[in-house]
């Protein structure tokens, strides 16, 4: 039983396989395009992709041109061909303005940046890609009911860029470019206020004050000791109860310290 199953699905595939082949060949387009759309809505993409190729410029400027623009963009899409996929959105969006599947089409070659969007370590060309597309979806309808999505996947890259500014800032720290670290951090507050990793900055950019000061020569020391003393002060009164605020302390009597020997030595 099992082997005449095997042998059943064999002949049908072979049998199909001969079908599909000389309908590409044939000169019908009527039942190319048939076969398009049948193979498209079975889930067999890369069997109406051959169709849809052929079928676009003969049909282009007819109404069947709308249609089978549409299922080519999400062919690619459900290939999981993002860069293509967000391509044929985009040109569909270009070809036919006055679509009924416009407002989608926008919406979904976001969709395709958003899915080529890679972790935060990582080069964000497609994040910032899919940002600028989402809002301008926003802009243009305001109404629509992919809005709603579009604010959500807008929250989470601006998650991901945020993690990333911040990683930027604490690896310069990590590396000892202390002045790089400060300057980087303040532009992660400046970019995202409400930042979730403001504790951790202020604590990074009090250390990397006061090593930035260590490791200067004696005519800055006393100005960059200083700006420690004022990262503590705003590190200790934004988190009075941080975990960290006892080695928050000892960095700031060690800059205490290193002030007086200054004022020894001047004196």
Known sequence: MRLLLLIFIAVSFVLGSCKHG????????TK????????YEKG?????????????????????AERLY???????????DYILAAHRFNSFVRMFPF??????????????????????SLDQTDTYQAIQQFELFVRQFPESKYVDSS??????????????????????????KYKAAIVSLEGTLEEY??????EDIYLIMLKSNYFWAKNSIDSKKQERYSNTKKAYTKFANSFPE???????????????ENLKELEEKSS
Request: proline share 3%.
């Open 151 to 176: 604010h959500v996947l807008l929250d989470d890259m601006r998650i991901k860029l945020e993690e990333k500014s911040f990683q930027i800032g604490k690896q310069y720290h990590r590396t000892g």
């Open 99 to 120: 679509s009924r599947f416009t407002e989608e089409c926008q919406f979904m070659g976001a969709i395709c940046h958003y899915k080529l969007s890679p972790k935060y």
């Open 70 to 80: 549409y299922i080519y963009a999400y062919s690619d899409y459900y290939m999981k």
């Open 44 to 64: 067999k993409y890369y069997k109406a992709m051959p169709f849809l190729e052929e079928l676009i410029p003969v049909y282009r400027g007819t109404e069947k």
């Open 193 to 198: 206020p409400d930042t979730r990793h403001r």
């Open 32 to 39: 190319k395009y048939e076969a398009a759309n049948r193979y």
């Open 22 to 29: 000389r309908l590409l060949k044939s000169n019908d387009l």
């Open 242 to 256: 941080s975990r960290s605020m006892k080695e928050a302390l000892l960095i700031l009597e060690k800059a205490n």
